[in-house]
């Protein structure tokens, strides 16, 4: 299986959360959009209305931001989510991705506390060649946990079209629109989970309709027996939903 919408309950204020970070006026930056609504901005500022914003870093702790701009987010997710442990929670504008699949080990390594630093230290430097990194036996250790329990790539939605995310057979290539094959999310829930290790998938926002999409994206460890249940909870009340490898061509 490598998508299928989550059987939990839809998040609260929905419409204030993105009005929290979708901010007002902007300035581009060499790491996206930047809110400027003071004259002068501190660090935690700049990261709260990134194109990303981290709302639990490095399995250490919420952010600042998370606990002050959305504590709905935190307690939707402490209730409803078979997480043993987080490493990052992050809200992000999904523009246009062309087939992927994510790079959770870069995630959760310790070269992306590094980048983190150096970004917050106000440095200018371009998103690292992460196919050069070398990582530890831990880290590899939970990539492994990861790809043993697929779907395992938790996602929710804020703001913008349900029916742009979509899988492929092949990565990093130019796909005709009938190799595309789109997911759909319920107006009834929120999230969904896919397989992110090893399935390609990308989004082609809609205009208008995307320009503020917000997802959320949660790379963890999961409680296996929980997460296990919930996926084919899920599964049962969302059949017509579901998309498994074999219907991707």
């Known amino acids: 299986m490598i998508f299928v919408p989550l059987d939990l309950p839809p998040i609260p204020n929905k419409s204030e959360l993105v009005k929290r970070f979708v901010g007002t006026t902007y300035i581009t930056g060499h790491c996206g959009r930047i809110e400027v609504e003071k004259e002068n901005m501190t660090i935690t500022d700049r990261f709260s209305h990134w194109t ?7 399995d250490r702790h919420w952010t600042d931001i998370a606990k002050k701009d959305f504590p709905e987010i935190i307690d939707w997710v402490q209730t409803n989510l078979p997480f043993e442990k987080y490493f990052l929670i992050r809200l992000g504008r999904l523009y246009k991705a062309d087939p992927h699949i994510d790079n959770n080990l870069f995630w959760i390594s310790q070269q992306a506390d590094d980048l983190y630093n ?23 250790s939970i990539y492994e946990h ?22 492929s057979k092949d990565q990093r290539v130019k796909l005709s629109d009938d190799k595309k094959h789109y997911c759909m999310i319920p107006e009834d829930t929120d999230s969904y989970v896919i397989d992110n290790c090893t399935q390609p998938h990308g989004v082609d926002p809609k205009p208008g309709i995307d320009d503020d999409r917000i997802v959320g994206f949660i790379v963890g460890l999961v409680k296996p027996k929980e997460h296990k249940e919930l996926v084919q909870r899920s ?6 939903y579901v998309m498994t490898k074999e219907m991707v061509t």
Do not use: H
Request: a neutral charge.
């Open 235 to 240: 599964v049962e009340k969302y059949k017509k």
């Open 118 to 140: 150096k970004l917050n230290n106000g440095e200018v430097c371009p998103f690292p060649n992460t196919d050069m990194f070398k990582y530890t036996d831990f880290e590899n």
């Open 146 to 167: 990861q790809l043993a329990n697929e779907p395992v790539g938790y996602r929710f939605i804020l703001s913008g079209s349900r029916d742009t995310l979509y899988m």
């Open 52 to 58: 990303e914003t981290n709302l639990y870093w490095r």
